[in-house]
């Protein structure tokens, strides 16, 4: 028995694992090291403690492998409703790390909860997601699955931690490949192109940019030109009518409220002669506009109120609202600069000058691929690259030979989590994406992230390996 599965162990995947984990902990290694160190086991210095991290991820892995699957199918609820606990302790007992109340100090080991709250959520999507019978588009399996990512982005966003929260989003990569519909992520879609441009343009500018794109949206849904220009008779009449009102009665209504206000007045009149000529794709079409609107009103709300000051920052200078070179865009900038200056080649190992003398913080974290960049070059940084994008198409191919269906939704949601960790933490170093605090799996500082990705990339590869006698 222990012979078939070491057999049947997939080997490339952890041997690219293996080549992952210790790129991390040199590159760490070069990040933080200075002459007054004390040897790579110095527990004073983030590399000596790092390496205590992946001597523990290793035995954690061991530990995964000599425990049936079944374990994690059976009491993937308990350990859901764990990390829920765990996220609400950490709201009242946790301490404040970079203004997110995300950590528990326990005898001085650091431990973020949200890292263990990703793997759980991926054990109960696999779980229920495994029993819907193929009606994963029904409301009621829709609100379900809802409920059980936005529970702990909900707890991780009062923390607040808008980085540890976005990462929930990628589990819609592993709900497209179980037949999520595709109208779903149009309107994902729709509300990050809303959320943008409500940054860019002023108020009235994204009333029109709304009210042009419902038009033209109807206009291609249903190729029924006369029945929009119908449509906007109607709008402009209310429009003229209650701009005279402004005008006479000396309302003071912005332009943009009057417009919104005409829209509003054209609603019922033009349902009844959309309903008395059957006129398709009206009611879906001013769902869309009215919450369109809606969203728009509401992102200035959630920008001011629910985004950090150094969030809204960070949006702020990647969308180039803000020039902020030495404030919340001095990261992004050393982080170029450290890249940029590597060449081809690179300085060579424990070289960079940029790293050397520190001026791109966090280096050793969240910008870890800094240091790669600099000190091997972009010859360098496109292995590395490499190595993880074909880490990643294994998982796919892994996750597809799968018999269990549990086995392959649990296999998706870790590619999932995976690649949005490292799409977005590559995007933060290029200045692509705001920073929000994501970091570079299994290369990163830390032992929480190391910890929970190397628990949940070994369940996968325990029930890859056990995969042709998993039959649920």
């Known amino acids: ?4 599965l070491l057999k049947n162990t997939d080997w490339l995947t952890i041997l690219m694992y293996l080549v ?54 059976v009491f993937s609820y308990i350990f859901y409703s764990f990390s829920i606990l765990l996220l609400i302790g950490v709201l009242f007992l946790g301490i404040e790390v970079s203004s997110s109340k995300s950590w528990f100090q326990i005898a001085g080991i650091q431990i973020q909860p ?24 029904n409301p009621r399996n829709l609100i379900n699955i809802g409920g059980i990512i936005l529970l702990p982005v909900s707890l ?4 607040p931690d808008v980085g540890s929260s976005s990462v929930f989003l990628a589990f819609t990569l592993m709900l497209y490949r179980e037949g999520l519909s595709l109208k779903i992520f149009g309107i994902g879609l729709l509300i990050v192109v809303l959320f943008i441009l409500a940054l860019l343009l002023n108020e009235l500018n994204m009333i029109l940019f709304i009210l042009a794109f419902a038009a033209i949206l ?48 054209s609603v019922l009149p033009y349902l009844f002669i959309a309903l008395f000529h ?63 200056s590597g060449g081809l080649y690179g300085k060579g190992y424990m070289q960079g000058t940029q790293t050397k ?48 269906v549990f086995s392959r939704i649990f296999g998706y949601c870790t590619f999932s989590l995976l690649f949005f960790h490292f799409a977005v933490n590559i995007g933060m170093t290029l200045g692509l994406v705001p920073v929000v605090g994501i970091p570079l799996p299994f290369l990163s500082y830390g032992g929480s992230s190391l910890w929970s990705f190397t628990i949940m990339l070994f369940i996968f590869l325990k029930m890859d390996a056990v995969r042709m006698s998993m039959l649920k």
């Open 1 to 4: 028995m222990r012979s078939n």
């Open 20 to 73: 992952l984990v210790f790129t991390g902990w040199l590159s760490i290694y070069s990040a933080v090291y200075d002459d007054s160190s004390q040897g790579i086991l110095d527990l004073g210095e983030r590399y000596g403690k790092q390496m205590i991290w992946i001597g523990a991820a290793f035995l954690l892995a061991v530990m995964v492998f000599l425990i049936d699957t079944k374990f994690f199918y």
């Open 114 to 137: 949200s890292e263990f709250a990703k793997l759980t959520t991926a054990l109960v999507l696999g779980r229920f997601l495994s029993s819907y019978s193929g009606k994963l588009n």
């Open 156 to 159: 991780i966003m009062m923390q």
């Open 218 to 265: 109807y206009w291609i849904m249903s190729g029924r030109l006369k029945f929009l220009f119908i449509g906007l008779i109607i709008f402009g009449g209310f429009f003229g009518i209650i701009s005279g009102l402004n005008e006479i009665f000396s309302f003071n209504i912005k332009l943009e409220h009057i417009i919104v206000l005409a829209a509003a007045f």
């Open 278 to 340: 059957r006129m398709k794709y009206v009611i879906p079409v001013l769902i869309i506009f009215f919450g369109s609107i809606f969203f728009t009103y509401s992102t200035d709300y959630i920008f001011d109120n629910v985004l950090q000051p150094h969030h809204q920052k960070r949006i702020n200078v990647i969308l180039g609202i803000e020039n902020d070179p030495l404030g919340e865009g001095y990261n992004v900038n050393q982080s170029k600069i450290a890249i940029g």
């Open 357 to 404: 003398f520190n001026f791109v913080p966090e280096q050793s974290t969240d910008f870890i691929f800094c240091t790669i960049g600099e000190e091997f070059g972009f010859a360098g940084s496109f292995l590395l690259i490499l190595i993880f994008v074909v880490f990643l198409l294994r998982l796919i191919y892994l996750s597809e030979r799968q018999r269990s």
